[in-house]
T-cell receptor
Framework: DAMVIQNPRYQVTQFGKPVTLSCSQT?????MYWYQQKSSQAPKLLFH???????NEADTPDNFQSRRPNTSFCFLDIRSPGLGDAAMYLC?????????????????FGPGTRLTVL | DAKTTQPTSMDCAEGRAANLPCNHS???????VYWYRQIHSQGPQYIIH???NNETNEMASLIITEDRKSSTLILPHATLRDTAVYYC????????????FGKGTRLHILP
């Protein structure tokens, strides 16, 4: 059963045209993360939500925004995609700060959305 | 910057044990060693983690040296499906902060 779902798996957009990527989870985890992974590089965290609290990484461009309307869903908005934003975007979730042992903080990743910018 | 050092790539024959080393000489007392892997075109997958004792689960074993400055991930009977990039990460568990991925080891399983 899918636990972290990302739609679409492949997204093509035009230079400067806003695009939204979505992530949903069936794990009821309180933390959701967005990572960017460029070709042949390791994933790099953009930001994360701890419950409703948004935590932005210092070097994440303003062009990237996120929304989390409820526990299950989180969106990544790219306001004006540039050619350099072409990448795989990975959503992850974890359960942190709650009773249940150390394994609760394992991050579960979705399959990713591959973004192409034309 | 990642706090770990791993070989860029390794080969292993199918059916043999794959031993992936990781150096983490600056690990602090409350940091655990985590391993994730990423199969091509998929999201990273959690494998195992530990503090100082050796750990084993259905996927792998984790051997941590006594001084905790290095560790080895062991896949006991590698299959072609184990071909992936393996990331060794050190972090404090049960916090919402980021996973800092290093470059990882690209493991090729040879038929």
């Amino acid at each position: 059963d899918a636990m972290v779902i990302q739609n679409p798996r492949y997204q093509v957009t035009q230079f400067g045209k806003p695009v939204t990527l979505s992530c949903s989870q069936t794990l009821n985890h309180n933390v959701m993360y967005w990572y960017q992974q460029k070709s042949s590089q390791a994933p790099k965290l953009l930001f994360h939500y701890y419950d409703k609290d948004f935590n932005n990484e210092a070097d994440t461009p303003d062009n990237f925004q996120s929304r989390r309307p409820n526990t299950s869903f989180c969106f990544l908005d790219i306001r004006s995609p540039g050619l350099g934003d072409a990448a795989m975007y990975l959503c992850a979730t974890s359960r942190v700060g709650l009773a249940g042992g150390l394994n609760t903080d394992t991050q579960y990743f979705g399959p990713g959305t591959r973004l192409t910018v034309l | 910057d990642a706090k770990t050092t791993q070989p860029t790539s390794m080969d292993c024959a199918e059916g043999r044990a794959a031993n992936l080393p990781c150096n983490h000489s600056t690990i602090s007392g409350n940091e655990y060693v985590y391993w994730y892997r990423q199969i091509h075109s998929q999201g990273p997958q959690y494998i195992i983690h530990g503090l100082k004792n050796n750990e084993t689960n259905e996927m792998a074993s984790l051997i941590i040296t006594e001084d905790r400055k290095s560790s080895t991930l062991i896949l006991p009977h590698a299959t072609l499906r184990d071909t992936a990039v393996y990331y060794c990460i050190v972090r404090v568990p049960n916090r919402d902060d980021k996973i800092i991925f290093g470059k990882g080891t690209r493991l090729h399983i040879l038929p």
